[in-house]
C-alpha cells in the first residue's frame, strides 16, 4: 500500500512541477490529470499527506519557492511568478504564513545576513 501511495504522490507532485507557472492551475486540473474527480483526489490526498488537495498545491509551491530563495539570487518576485503566484503580496502573506517569516526575511537569514 505505502508503495502505490508514494507512486500516487510522485505521480501528484510531477503534474504539479510541469504546471507551477501556471497560476490559474487549480486541484480540478490536477483531478483531470490523475483521473480521477475532485471529491476522490481531495480524499486521496488527505489520506496521505492530511492537507487537503488545494493545501497540498500550495504548500508544494511554497516548499519549492523556498529552495529557489535559498538558492538563486531572483527576486521575490520573480519566484513568485514562476511557482505560480499571479501576485507577489499574496505570495508572502502564503510564504509567512507557513514559514513564520516573510520572504525577503527568510532570504536574510538563509544567508546569514542580521539585518
Known amino acids: 500500500m505505502e508503495h502505490t501511495s508514494n507512486q500516487f504522490l ?3 507532485n510531477a503534474i504539479i512541477e510541469q ?6 492551475f487549480s486541484t480540478a486540473d490536477l483531478a483531470r490529470a490523475v483521473f480521477l474527480c475532485r471529491m476522490q483526489l481531495h480524499r486521496r490526498i488527505k489520506r496521505e499527506t492530511n492537507l487537503s488537495a488545494a493545501r497540498y498545491i500550495n ?12 538558492t538563486t539570487p ?9 511557482v505560480g503566484f499571479s501576485w507577489p503580496p499574496y505570495f508572502s502573506k502564503c510564504f509567512k504564513a507557513s514559514y513564520g ?9 538563509s544567508a546569514g545576513i542580521n539585518n
Open 59 to 70: 504548500q508544494y509551491k511554497l516548499e519549492k519557492a523556498l529552495r529557489l530563495i535559498k
Open 19 to 24: 504546471n507551477l507557472h501556471n497560476e490559474s
Open 10 to 12: 510522485e505521480r501528484v
Open 101 to 109: 517569516v516573510c520572504p525577503v526575511v527568510f532570504r536574510k537569514i
Open 74 to 82: 531572483d527576486t521575490i518576485a520573480d519566484i513568485s511568478y514562476e
